[in-house]
C-alpha cells in the first residue's frame, strides 16, 4: 500500500529549464493538489484537481502547469525554471467521502540554480 | 496571503509538559483541522474540529475553536520527544474542498 509518492524527492537544474515533479497515488482519490513550502509562507496552493482532466489555479499558479490524465498521477511542471521556484514541493490527495483531509506526499526538494 | 496564523511561531518545553499552540484566522471557516509536519517529511492530519464545534479530543491531543474570536488552540497533554515537529492549523470554507494553512509552530520537546 504505497499511499501517495513523489518522485524524484531531490532535484538541481538550472534557470531556464523545464522540469516536471510526479505525484502518484494508489487510493483513487478524486482530489489532488500541489503546494510549495517557503519559510516565512507556510505551505501555499499551487494548483488542485477534483477529477481527470479537470484543474483549477491556487494562490500562487504563475510559471507552473498542471496536468491530469488519469485519477492517481497529477504532474507538476515548471516551463522555464527560475531561482524564485526554489523550495519544497507537496502533492497531496483527499478521499471524496472526507474532502476535508488531505493526505501528503514526502516532497520534493527543488533547488534552481 | 495566509488564512491562519499560529503563535508562537516556536516553542521549547521539557519532556513531560502540555503544550499550547494557538492558530488565528481571518475569514469565516467550514472546518479547521491540525496537521504536524517531522522535519524532511511531509504533513500528517491529527484533528479536525467542524465550526458548529467548540471542543474535540483525540488521545493526548485537545482541540477548541471559538469562532468568535477566529480563533483555535492545540493542545498536548504529557509531550513525548516524537512529539518534536512543526505544526499546522488549515482551515476550510464552506463548500470549498481547498485548504488554506499557516505558517507553524515549531515545537521543541526537550528530553
Known amino acids: 500500500d504505497a499511499g501517495i509518492t513523489q518522485s524524484p524527492r531531490y532535484k538541481i537544474t538550472e534557470t531556464g529549464r523545464q522540469v516536471t515533479l510526479m505525484c502518484h497515488q494508489t487510493w483513487s482519490h478524486s482530489y489532488m493538489f500541489w503546494y510549495r513550502q517557503d519559510l516565512g509562507h507556510g505551505l501555499r496552493l499551487i494548483y488542485y484537481s477534483a477529477a481527470a482532466d479537470i484543474t483549477d489555479k491556487g494562490e500562487v499558479p504563475d510559471g507552473y502547469v498542471v496536468s491530469r490524465s488519469k485519477t492517481e498521477n497529477f504532474p507538476l511542471t515548471l516551463e522555464s525554471a527560475t531561482r524564485s521556484q526554489t523550495s519544497v514541493y507537496f502533492c497531496?490527495?483527499?478521499?471524496?467521502?472526507?474532502?476535508?483531509?488531505?493526505?501528503f506526499g514526502p516532497g520534493t526538494r527543488l533547488l534552481v540554480l | 496571503s495566509q488564512q491562519g496564523e499560529e503563535d508562537p511561531q516556536a516553542l521549547s518545553i521539557q519532556e513531560g509538559e502540555n503544550a499550547t499552540m494557538n492558530c488565528s484566522y481571518k475569514t469565516s471557516i467550514n472546518n479547521l483541522q491540525w496537521y504536524r509536519q517531522n522535519s524532511g517529511r511531509g504533513l500528517v492530519h491529527l484533528i479536525l474540529i467542524r465550526s458548529n464545534e467548540r471542543e474535540k479530543h483525540s488521545g493526548r491531543l485537545r482541540v477548541t475553536l471559538d469562532t468568535s474570536k477566529k480563533s483555535s488552540s492545540l493542545l498536548i497533554t504529557a509531550s513525548r520527544a516524537a512529539d518534536t515537529a512543526s505544526y499546522f492549523c488549515?482551515?476550510?470554507?464552506?463548500?470549498?474542498?481547498?485548504?488554506?494553512f499557516g505558517t507553524g509552530t515549531r515545537l521543541t520537546i526537550i528530553p
Open positions: 497531496a490527495s483527499s478521499d471524496p467521502g472526507h474532502q476535508e483531509t488531505q493526505y
Open positions: 488549515a482551515t476550510d470554507g464552506f463548500g470549498n474542498e481547498k485548504l488554506t
